[in-house]
Nanobody, 117 residues
C-alpha cells in the first residue's frame, strides 16, 4: 500500500510563507489528479488546490479563499505535489492533506499549519 507523507507544516505568523511537500513511499505512475485539502477544527475537509491532467495538458483549480496566495505545482512520481503558501492568514490554520489519484485514491496523514495573528 503506497503511503503519502506531508511535510513543511508548522507555526508561522500572519503574512509569512510555508511550502508543503508530499512524498510517496513508492513511485506513483499515471497520476490523473493531485491536490491539497485542509481540515480546520470543527469543519469539514475542503479542497485547497488541485491539478487535473497530465504533462501534456493540465489545469489548476483553487479555493476562492487562497487564490493569488497559494500555488500548487506537480513534482514527480515520488514527490507528486507541492503547495507554496504565501501571505498566510489565521484562517488558513488547519491540517493539510495531500492527495494523488490514479485509479486509486491516495491520501497522506496530514501536516499541521498554524498561523498566528
Amino acid at each position: 500500500q503506497v503511503q503519502l507523507v506531508e511535510s513543511g507544516g508548522g507555526l508561522v505568523q500572519a503574512g509569512e510563507s510555508l511550502r508543503l511537500s508530499c512524498a510517496a513511499s513508492e513511485s506513483i505512475f499515471g497520476i490523473n489528479r493531485v491536490g491539497w485539502y485542509r481540515q480546520a477544527p470543527g469543519k469539514s475537509r475542503e479542497l485547497v488546490a488541485a491539478i487535473t491532467g497530465n504533462d501534456r495538458a493540465s489545469y489548476a483549480t483553487y479555493a476562492d479563499s487562497v487564490k493569488g496566495r497559494f500555488t500548487i505545482s506537480r513534482g514527480n512520481a515520488k514527490n507528486p505535489v507541492y503547495l507554496q503558501m504565501n501571505s498566510l492568514k489565521p484562517e488558513d490554520t488547519a491540517v493539510y492533506y495531500c492527495n494523488a489519484f490514479t485509479f486509486v485514491n491516495y491520501w497522506g496523514q496530514g501536516t499541521q499549519v498554524t498561523v498566528s495573528s
